[in-house]
T-cell receptor, first 111, second 113 residues
Framework: GEDVEQSLFLSVREGDSSVINCTYT??????LYWYKQEPGAGLQLLTY?????DMKQDQRLTVLLNKKDKHLSLRIADTQTGDSAIYFC???????????FGKGTRLSVIA | DAGVTQSPTHLIKTRGQQVTLRCSPI?????VSWYQQVLGQGPQFIFQ???????GRGNFPDRFSARQFPNYSSELNVNALLLGDSALYLC????????????FGPGTRLLVL
């Protein structure tokens, strides 16, 4: 089957904005999610967006959703070294609760 | 409030052995899901339980089984371990009526030698 696609690596300078992109597979997905995973740790739910929304902002995080292209992005403003982690995009196909994850984007923040 | 807790944190087993992993959900959460995360990949869904009933199962062999207890904690059991079962096993819980929002525990890292 199709996979949730993410670029594998992103490197930004401290203070710059980071944009992590994702292409998901199921146009019936009700929610789209962004999770953060720090080394050796579990997944932290960062934010999620309902499929009838185009944008959601939560402090330094902005999520943009393009349903037509099945494209999701996460923008982190004023990126800090503590933002260095792997970021996973996930969808719930057809509204089922088992989440389908991408392979993750490793964000490196250079001081 | 305590988050999702999992035990043990790390485990080393040999091929052919059996392992049991444990998960306690956030207080008030009744649904528990298990995911397997192989190094360099995203998590893959294994099982979901709600009110002690299996609600969903991912594409895993019958060597994998799980159950949920009356207090909503859960166990994942894997028999006849293979080298490829080495992974981080994640448990997630969610509130009734909000099963789409899952909160993950720190995981159990299993190494099969």
């Amino acid at each position: 089957g199709e996979d949730v696609e993410q670029s594998l690596f992103l490197s930004v300078r401290e203070g710059d904005s980071s944009v992590i992109n994702c292409t998901y597979t199921d146009s019936s997905s009700t929610y789209l999610y962004w999770y953060k995973q720090e080394p050796g740790a579990g997944l932290q739910l960062l934010t999620y967006i309902f499929s009838n929304m185009d944008m959601k902002q939560d402090q330094r995080l902005t999520v943009l959703l393009n349903k037509k292209d099945k494209h999701l992005s996460l923008r982190i403003a004023d990126t800090q070294t503590g933002d260095s982690a792997i970021y996973f995009c996930a969808e719930d196909p057809s509204g089922n609760t088992p989440l389908v994850f991408g392979k993750g984007t490793r964000l490196s923040v250079i001081a | 409030d305590a988050g999702v807790t999992q035990s043990p944190t790390h485990l080393i087993k040999t091929r052919g052995q059996q392992v049991t992993l444990r998960c306690s959900p956030i207080s008030g959460h009744k649904s528990v899901s298990w995911y397997q995360q192989v190094l360099g990949q995203g998590p893959q869904f294994i099982f979901q339980y709600y009110e002690k009933e299996e609600r969903g199962r991912g594409n895993f062999p019958d060597r994998f089984s799980a159950r949920q207890f009356p207090n909503y904690s859960s166990e994942l059991n894997v028999n006849a371990l293979l080298l490829g079962d080495s992974a981080l096993y994640l448990c997630a819980s969610s509130l009734p009526g909000q099963e789409e929002t899952q909160y993950f525990g720190p995981g159990t890292r299993l190494l099969v030698l």
